[in-house]
């Protein structure tokens, strides 16, 4: 049997793969650590699954629901945007789906023809590239500053005839690097002198941790550069509910009506109990979140100092998201191995640590680690780090 050229053009997922790998050691009796996926451990909040019940025993979840979504959940979108960053949006700008990796994947069918270019900013999210290629188009990686973070100018050498849009995530997977208000403004500028759409990606963005207003989004920085954005997001990461599948995309009405248009004949809808609990999400009580937030920053703030006195780990302490990326170049060295991927599976198999090797990411020489586990947890993990470096 002869596959399509388009699914054999695309690689695995590197975070699933690794995670799989933990799975399958943890099977055979060894006790793993796995620090490979993104995935909050909090319970979704109670009153969210209340929501949830509440609109099942209601009958209110047994139809087909519009295909962007319900009209309710696209209002609570368009309110919590304004009111995290006072971005003014109408409903009908919203466009909701199974998961912002939905959003993504149908965006990237519809704004791209074969041969269509994206800049992908390094170090990026590994879907991104691969999903770029399934709607036929070219990924370009574009190397970042040692802040990890790109500038117009970096974008203007990678810039081709064939560029269609840009991706910036900010928080950004895998790093918890944050973008500045100048910094995005400076992107979107160059976006519009450049006729480019920018995906901003922004699933971590209450995920900050030291100054809220550190990550603004890319949206309600001036008109001229909403008109070229597509906001990406979601309640995932926020609210503790990967398992919903709920994310979302803001844009013009030309997208929104094209991603409508696609989407009815991918997924038709969300599942309707899903959208009840995103609604109930947003528009209740926001007291978890700060819960969560302030969780994951001990973590982050116990855990850093021990992870950047690693010999041979470099790291810069993350802004935002939940994972570290330090640079392991010289940790590879003492340890007489070649590449990243050799340097996790060692790790791996021998301190019985998941994590993720930077070149999934497009940024070799790096590994990422998730601090979405419980302190407890997280600091076994950096006992058996120290004690593999150590040997």
């Known amino acids: 049997m002869q596959l399509s050229k388009r699914a054999t053009a695309v690689s695995p997922s590197a975070t699933l793969a690794t995670g799989q790998r933990a799975q399958a050691l943890q099977a055979q009796g060894i006790d793993v650590i796995n620090l490979s996926v993104g995935q909050p451990d909090y319970a979704t909040p109670q009153s969210i699954k209340d929501a949830a019940v509440t609109a099942i025993q209601a009958d209110?979840?047994?139809?087909?629901?519009?295909?962007?979504?319900?009209?309710?959940?696209?209002?609570?979108?368009a309110a919590n945007l304004a009111t995290l960053h006072a971005v003014q949006v109408d409903p009908s700008q919203v466009v909701v789906t199974t998961g912002a990796k939905m959003a993504l994947y149908a965006l990237f069918q519809v704004l791209l023809d074969p041969g269509d270019a994206v800049l992908l900013p390094a170090p990026y999210?590994?879907?991104y590239s691969e999903q770029v290629k399934l709607a036929g188009g070219q990924p370009i990686e574009v190397a970042p500053t040692a802040s990890l973070k790109v500038?117009?100018?970096?974008?203007?050498?990678?810039?081709?005839?064939?560029?269609?849009?840009?991706?910036?995530?900010?928080?950004?997977?895998?790093?918890?690097?944050?973008?500045?208000?100048?910094?995005?403004?400076?992107?979107?500028?160059?976006a519009v002198v450049h006729d480019l759409i920018v995906v901003a990606d922004e699933i971590y963005g209450e995920l900050l941790y030291d100054d809220p207003q550190a990550a603004p989004?890319?949206?309600?920085?001036?008109?001229?550069?909403?008109?070229?954005?597509?906001?990406?997001?979601?309640?995932?990461?926020?609210?503790?509910?990967?398992?919903?599948r709920i994310g979302y995309a803001v844009a013009n009405p030309t997208i929104t009506q094209a991603l409508k248009t696609v989407l009815s004949h991918m997924t038709g809808n969300p599942a309707?109990?899903?959208?009840?609990?995103?609604?109930?999400?947003?528009?209740?009580?926001?007291?978890?979140?700060?819960?969560?937030?302030?969780?994951?920053?001990?973590?982050?703030?116990?855990?850093?100092?021990?992870?950047?006195?690693?010999?041979?780990?470099q790291l810069t302490k993350p802004a935002g998201a939940f994972?570290?990326?330090?640079?392991?170049?010289?940790?590879?060295?003492?340890?007489?191995?070649?590449?990243?991927?050799?340097?996790?599976?060692?790790?791996?198999?021998?301190?019985?640590?998941?994590?993720?090797?930077?070149?999934?990411?497009?940024?070799?020489?790096?590994?990422?680690?998730?601090?979405?586990?419980?302190?407890?947890?997280?600091?076994?993990?950096?006992?058996?780090?120290?004690?593999?470096?150590?040997e």
Not at 348 to 377: K, Q
């Open 60 to 77: 209110q979840v047994n139809g087909y629901t519009p295909t962007e979504g319900v009209l309710t959940l696209r209002q609570a979108i």
């Open 125 to 127: 999210w590994v879907s």
């Open 151 to 190: 500038t117009p100018t970096q974008l203007a050498s990678a810039l081709t005839p064939a560029t269609k849009a840009i991706v910036l995530n900010s928080p950004q997977n895998p790093s918890g690097t944050t973008y500045t208000r100048t910094e995005l403004q400076a992107i979107g500028e160059f």
């Open 217 to 244: 989004s890319m949206l309600g920085i001036s008109p001229a550069i909403d008109a070229h954005t597509v906001l990406i997001n979601g309640v995932s990461k926020t609210y503790a509910m990967t398992g919903w």
């Open 272 to 313: 309707a109990v899903s959208q009840a609990a995103a609604t109930a999400a947003l528009t209740g009580s926001q007291a978890s979140v700060a819960e969560m937030k302030a969780g994951f920053k001990k973590r982050r703030d116990v855990i850093y100092p021990q992870l950047a006195a690693l010999p041979g780990f």
């Open 323 to 390: 994972y570290f990326f330090p640079d392991v170049t010289a940790a590879m060295a003492l340890k007489h191995v070649q590449t990243t991927g050799e340097f996790v599976d060692l790790i791996l198999n021998e301190a019985h640590v998941a994590t993720v090797t930077g070149e999934a990411f497009g940024l070799p020489g790096h590994i990422r680690l998730s601090y979405a586990t419980d302190l407890e947890t997280l600091q076994r993990a950096v006992d058996r780090l120290q004690a593999f470096m150590a």
